[in-house]
């Protein structure tokens, strides 16, 4: 049986904290995306803390121009890293 794979929360957090920086974005610019009274969800999925939803993360994606698949890191089943 294939190994299901995990989403590893803190090191899609950096990666989602990597990829607002490489688009030239603030945590404000993207709370202003979506509208986000506060920027809490941003900072909490930065941290690890909590996962985008999946309509959260269609928007990530479209603002970064990357696939889903880009967003999020597996834990130790080679589904997915993060790149350079």
Known sequence: MDRIPVIDM???GINIARMRIAAGLTVKDVQDIFGFST???IYKWQRG???PTVDNLVVLASI???KIDDILIFQNCGVSQ???
């Open 64 to 66: 970064f121009g990357v």
């Open 82 to 84: 993060i790149s350079a």
């Open 10 to 12: 803190t090191a899609t």
């Open 39 to 41: 920027p809490q969800a």
């Open 49 to 51: 803390a909590a996962l």
